[in-house]
């Protein structure tokens, strides 16, 4: 799927230097903006969790010239602490970051909230999804100097009940308020924090949600521009959030989703379309 995207090339991120996490494979949202900030000019590092990632992750990361490749547990303080003092190491500052990690038990993306959440699903799902993120702003915000800029990925079942997202939901609303806070308190060192709301597209995550089918195809029949969520406009919006084009943009979730997070009732002839 990546290959037949074309992006954009240029020199907005030329001289930048930046660390992807959460890439999972070439239809990973990450990759893709991994792969539009590469073709802008930047440097990127990347991190993988695993041995089992690491095989999908370090043949991408080399197609674009990765300076750094590196093994990050974010559950895991010594593994975090290791992977942001390799990019020290090799780098001595930082320009940006994209958080793109989330997980929660598979039991806990189907059926009822209230009835599949357990108390370990819940801590885990919100240590994974919402403080991984906290965590790596605050280690990167000490490597960058004003100018620097973060960017998370979220989706609209944080503000919306959306069948089968459940307790996700609940951590990506904690991400956004994450993301808030975060951009305030980095905001008076000239660090940007944002987030991007993606639509649905076909990624590793998207297909651990059971109702993954029905998802993809109300929403395009409901956006308003009745079409599929375009990765293509995922990563020219975490382009311009992450570059100079986003100056005195910070605190802000970002809709890329064909327009559906405006939709309160869908028109009758287009659910039958």
Avoid at 264 to 273: D, F, R, V, Y
């Amino acid at each position: 799927m990546s290959e037949e995207i074309a992006f954009p090339k240029g020199e907005l991120m030329k001289g930048k230097r930046g660390l992807i996490m959460g890439v999972a494979n070439k239809n990973s949202i990450a990759w893709h903006i991994a792969r539009q900030l590469h073709a802008q000019g930047a440097t990127l590092a990347f991190t993988y969790a695993n041995e089992a990632l690491e095989r999908r992750v370090r043949p991408l990361a080399q197609s674009v010239d990765a300076a750094l490749i590196i093994e990050c547990d974010v559950l895991d303080d010594a593994s975090m602490e290791a992977a942001f003092a390799a990019v020290k190491d090799a780098w001595g500052e930082l320009d940006f970051l994209v958080h793109a990690i989330a997980f929660t038990d598979k039991t806990a993306l189907e059926g009822s909230f209230v009835e599949n959440t357990t108390r370990q699903i819940f801590r885990d799902t919100m240590d994974v999804s919402a403080f991984s993120f906290v965590d790596a702003a605050n280690r990167a915000s000490h490597l960058m100097k004003p100018g620097g800029a973060m960017v998370t990925l979220t989706y609209l079942g944080s503000e919306r009940t959306i069948p089968n997202y459940n307790v996700m939901g609940v951590a990506k609303a904690a991400l956004e308020a994450s993301m808030r806070y975060l951009a305030r308190d980095l905001g008076p060192k000239g660090i940007r924090v944002n987030a991007i709301s993606a639509g649905p597209i076909r990624t590793l995550a998207a297909a651990g949600i059971s109702s993954g089918r029905h998802m993809f195809s109300f929403n395009r029949k409901a956006s308003p521009l009745r079409d599929d969520t375009d990765p293509k406009g995922i990563a020219g919006a975490a382009l311009y959030l992450l570059s100079d084009l986003g100056a005195s943009c910070t605190g802000e979730t970002h809709h890329v989703d064909a327009g559906f997070h405006i939709v309160g009732m869908p028109e009758e002839a287009a659910l039958k379309e």
